[in-house]
């Protein structure tokens, strides 16, 4: 089962990770912060070396973007972000696990200060979200 664990952010100014850009994130010592990256590389290489990491992307500043919208005339392009909100898109993982059930447990472990993560199933053609 593979899911995508987005992560939502407001870093200001925009940079990765996200948490040590955050009000929240900069409001921690920088004991905590070293202790929460170093627990975030444990993560990753238990995920790396039990086969469930797939892929992980870091998304750059939203203000980067450009959005494109259908038209009957054709696309129309204009400056991003796509959205004038508080958080944006940071980045994503996607995880091939064996149930529901370890996707929550592993999703939960990448909420970090000033962030707020989403776990959704990714689809397949075929599959049951269909």
Do not use: C
Not at 7 to 26: L, M
Not at 30 to 51: C, I, N, T
Not at 72 to 80: E, F, I, N, Q, W
Not at 99 to 126: C, D, H, T, Y
Request: proline share 8%; no cysteine; net charge negative.
């Amino acid at each position: 089962m593979k899911y995508v664990i987005l992560i939502h952010s407001n870093p200001e100014p925009w940079g990765h990770p996200t948490e040590h850009y955050t009000a929240e994130g900069r409001a921690q010592s920088p004991e905590d912060r070293e202790r929460a990256d170093k627990a975030f590389d444990v993560l990753m290489e238990g995920l790396v070396a039990s086969g469930e990491f797939v892929t992980a992307e870091a998304l750059a500043d939203p203000a980067s973007a450009t959005l494109y919208r259908w038209t009957p005339d054709g696309h129309v392009a204009t400056d991003g972000p796509y959205a004038e909100t508080k958080e944006h898109l940071a980045g994503f993982f996607l995880v091939d696990v064996a149930s529901p059930e370890r996707a929550q447990e592993i999703a939960a472990q990448f909420v970090g200060p000033g962030s707020a993560v989403e776990l959704r199933p990714a689809m397949w053609g075929g599959g049951p979200d269909e």
